[in-house]
Each structure stands twice: as C-alpha cells, then as structure tokens.
C-alpha cells in the first residue's frame, strides 16, 4: 500500500498568520490517466470530513481562497495563508491515485 | 441540495453481520463512484470500499476482503455495505462519500460482547 506521511502531526496555529502541512506518500502519485490524485480533506471537531482541495491544487467550491495546494510527484503542501478561528480541526491528505487510496494520519490544526 | 444519509449501524456481537446503506439525493447518482470510509474512535480515516457506476468494479482494502460487500441500486440511489464476520477492529463511524467529493454524517458501528 501507498504510505502517506504527514508533517506535522500538530501545528499550534497564529490567528491571522500562515500555516502549512506536508504531506509525502511512498510512490508516485501521477495516475496512468495523467491525472494526480491527491486531495485535502478538513474535519472539524464532531463533523464528517469535507474535501478542500481535489487534484493538488483544484478548490472545492465554497472553500475560502485563503486554503491552496501544491505540489508534485510525492511532495506535496497544503497552505492556509491567514489562519482563522474556524480553521481548527484535523486536516488529511489522501491519495486516490493507487488502491487502497491511503490517507496520512492527519494533522491537528490549534489556535494558540 | 446534496445529501448523503447513512443508516443501519448498530451494536454487534463479533461474529455478526451488519448492512449499512446510504440514501443519496441533490446529485446524479448513477453518474458517481461511490465509497464508503471509516473512522475508528479517535483514529484517522480509511478507506474501506469502492464501486463504479454500474457496479461491475468494486475494489476492498485488504483487512475486510472475503468478509464486506459493496453494492449499489442506482434505480433507488442507494449504496449498500454488508458486512459478516464482524470484528472488534471494525468498530467505527462508517461514511459514505461520492468518492471523496461529498460526505454523509456516518452511521456508528459498535463491535462488543
């Protein structure tokens, strides 16, 4: 299976401030389609996870522009460039491109 | 408006068998992949299942393979897991998701004596 890790496991956040998580899987991530599947989910305490990036870099719609992706082959990023309240959760990426799809083991985004 | 609404989690006697479903609505059903991930009580994400369109590919992660089945019936735009040979290890919220896109609220499935 495609192991993804991510970096940090907890990142104490500053209102206002950017923040960023790392993600890395085992393989690359470029599907034979030559599409890369790997997305960014949110899950906010008591709450079903919610996709915020499909594809690396694509936004889901009604994700604020503050949230972006990048990255390629088995590195990749997810950048909030202001950190608000509501941003507090577990934040996972996931690759889609080999089966299983594989998750990392999520980050704990906390306001300081 | 879309909605995902899970049903039939329940607690269970390891051994036991469970079907969840999941009533899809606000989407085109028959258009999407559908799957199904659970989350254990304060673990990460796993995904569990996976089915086309039509149904005719299902795809399993190892730990369930032989023992949970995926289908669908695109005609009630509904999504089905059964689930035999339960286990302690699959305590967990259960999901179903249109392959990542859209997420149901999860139906809680409880693997105890």
């Known amino acids: 299976d495609v192991l993804v890790t991510q970096s940090p496991l907890s990142l104490p956040a500053t209102l206002g401030q950017p923040a960023s998580i790392s993600c890395r899987s085992s393989?690359?991530?470029?599907?034979?389609?030559?599409?890369?599947?790997l997305h960014w989910f949110q899950q906010r305490p008591g709450q079903s996870p919610r996709r915020l990036i499909y594809?690396?870099?694509n936004r889901d719609s009604g994700v604020p522009d503050r949230f972006s992706g990048s990255g390629s082959g088995t590195d990749f990023t997810l950048k909030i460039s202001r950190v608000e309240a509501e941003d507090v959760g577990i934040y996972y990426c996931?690759?889609?491109?080999?089966?299983?799809?594989?998750f990392g083991q999520g980050t704990k985004v906390e306001i300081k | 408006e879309v909605q995902l609404v899970e049903s039939g989690g329940d607690l269970v006697q390891p051994g036991g068998s469970l079907r969840l479903s999941c009533a899809a609505s606000?989407?085109?059903?028959?258009?999407?992949?559908m799957g199904w991930v659970r989350q254990a009580p304060g673990k990460g994400l796993e995904w569990v299942a996976n089915?086309?369109?039509?149904?005719?590919?299902?795809y399993y992660v190892d730990s369930v393979k032989g023992r949970f089945t995926i289908s669908r019936d695109n005609s009630k735009n509904s999504l089905y897991l059964q689930m035999n040979s339960l286990r302690a290890e699959d305590t967990a919220v259960y999901y179903c998701?249109?392959?990542?896109?859209?997420w149901g609220q999860g139906t809680l499935v409880t693997v105890s004596s």
């Open positions: 594809k690396v870099s």
């Open positions: 393989q690359g991530l470029v599907h034979s389609d030559g599409d890369t599947y």
């Open positions: 998701t249109t392959d990542g896109g859209y």
């Open positions: 089915i086309n369109q039509d149904g005719s590919l299902k």
């Open positions: 996931m690759q889609g491109t080999h089966w299983p799809k594989t």
């Open positions: 606000g989407f085109t059903f028959s258009r999407y992949w």
